[in-house]
């Protein structure tokens, strides 16, 4: 049975070391509780790491339903939501997620592969309302997108390198073999 390919992506995002001191600072920061990097695609949220101190209860690889987060209109438009206070939000007021999660405040930055897709956000929520959306807050937001971007990027690099010297040593294997052959078989005429 193959491992789900959104499961790997859980590793490779836990596998980055400054995901969870980005975590940090996001909360930190913004006085959010609960923030996290999802991997999001046309049919699942999955989550990749969390730092929860709302008690929240997701951990990691655990999936919300998709149609049930923010991070999907996310997907769909390629840009942040973010949402100061629910209650005073004319968009998300009404909302069925903010009532779903009870969350007055929302920041959901999109995070890009090198190549340009999609892979998922970078997300924090808490029940109680805050600053959000100013250039500060959402600059370190974009700057952390990016940086898990970069270290996404440079993980897909080293994994096709070790790829690629593996077909290379396994070439370099099947032609000695050929080699060996062909002398021993020159050696017998």
Known sequence: MSQDPLQGDVAVINS??????????????????F???????????????????????????????????????????????VIDEVREDPVYRDHHTPKMYGFQSYISMPIFLPGGDFFGTLCA?????????????LGMFRLFADLISSHLGALVRIADSE?????????????????GVLGHDLRSL
């Open 16 to 33: 980055i070391s400054a995901v969870p001191s980005i975590l940090d600072v996001v909360c930190r920061t913004t006085g959010m509780k």
């Open 35 to 81: 923030a996290a990097v999802a991997r999001v695609t046309e049919e699942k949220w999955v989550a990749c790491s969390v730092l929860d101190y709302l008690e929240f209860g997701l951990k990691p690889s655990e999936e919300l339903k998709l149609e049930t987060t923010l991070c999907n209109e996310v997907r769909c438009v390629r840009l942040p939501v």
């Open 125 to 137: 929520l808490d029940p109680r309302p805050h600053r959000l959306n100013t250039p500060e807050v």
């Open 163 to 179: 790829q690629q010297a593996a077909a290379e040593r396994l070439v370099s294997e099947r032609r000695e073999q050929f080699i």
